[in-house]
T-cell receptor, first 115, second 114 residues
Framework: AQTVTQSQPEMSVQEAETVTLSCTYD???????LFWYKQPPSRQMILVIR??????QNATENRFSVNFQKAAKSFSLKISDSQLGDAAMYFC????????????FGKGTSLLVTP | DTEVTQTPKHLVMGMTNKKSLKCEQH?????MYWYKQKAKKPPELMFV???????INESVPSRFSPECPNSSLLNLHLHALQPEDSALYLC?????????????FGPGTRLTVL
């Protein structure tokens, strides 16, 4: 079974600074997708960014970018120019043909943004 | 538009009550999902519907009964729940059931069982 590990239960960043959230995963498959989801307190879980494993180029979405290291099975999320609205729980997730319908989530990292 | 809507936002029910949760999407997605999320934990998959047919039941107790009346609508019928069933229930949808398809989540229904 695939496992997703987020080793940082909580992180803190000052406004306008950059923060990196770590995620590692364990798999023997070569074709899979990785996701970062954001869930603000009492609000909707939204997709931040996704990465196809066969693509070497790291995905970016505005202030959000990933560092995808396939050999190391690492998928970290970098948030640049942090804003107060970035405060949320961030979940890393994995999905492959063998995991079927299931999104395998990590335990999450709670990000606090301070003024 | 990547909107998945869920009603109600909050629900309080007794252990003998029968209630239903509703999920709707108008993105033409053919796969829909129910997840259960406890506080400060990741979502756990409960059910998957693909083309209006139940394709996955993750060993969920029978007191939870899903229904997919049409391709846009997903219900979760609740009966004789236990206090430990209190959680945030999330609905999600994706274009199809393939692993390449991104799942989009609704805002959830926060359920409290007394």
């Amino acid at each position: 079974a695939q496992t997703v590990t987020q080793s940082q239960p909580e992180m803190s960043v000052q406004e306008a600074e950059t923060v990196t959230l770590s995620c590692t995963y364990d798999t023997s498959e070569s074709d899979y997708y990785l996701f970062w989801y954001k869930q603000p307190p009492s609000r909707q879980m939204i997709l931040v960014i996704r990465q196809e494993a066969y693509k070497q180029q790291n995905a970016t979405e505005n202030r959000f970018s990933v560092n995808f290291q396939k050999a190391a099975k690492s998928f970290s999320l970098k948030i640049s120019d942090s804003q107060l609205g970035d405060a949320a729980m961030y979940f890393c997730a994995y999905r492959s043909s063998n995991s079927g319908h299931a999104l395998n989530f990590g335990k999450g990292t709670s990000l606090l943004v301070t003024p | 538009d990547t909107e998945v809507t869920q009603t109600p936002k909050h629900l309080v029910m007794g252990m003998t009550n029968k209630k239903s949760l509703k999920c709707e999407q108008h993105m033409g997605h053919r796969a829909m999902y129910w997840y259960k999320q406890k506080a400060k934990k990741p979502p756990e998959l409960m059910f998957v519907y693909s083309y209006e047919k139940l394709s996955i039941n993750e060993s969920v107790p029978s007191r939870f009964s899903p229904e997919c009346p049409n391709s846009s609508l997903l219900n979760l019928h609740l009966h004789a729940l236990q206090p430990e069933d209190s959680a945030l229930y999330l609905c999600a949808s994706s274009r199809d059931q393939f692993f390449t398809d991104t799942q989009y989540f609704g805002p959830g229904t926060r359920l409290t069982v007394l």
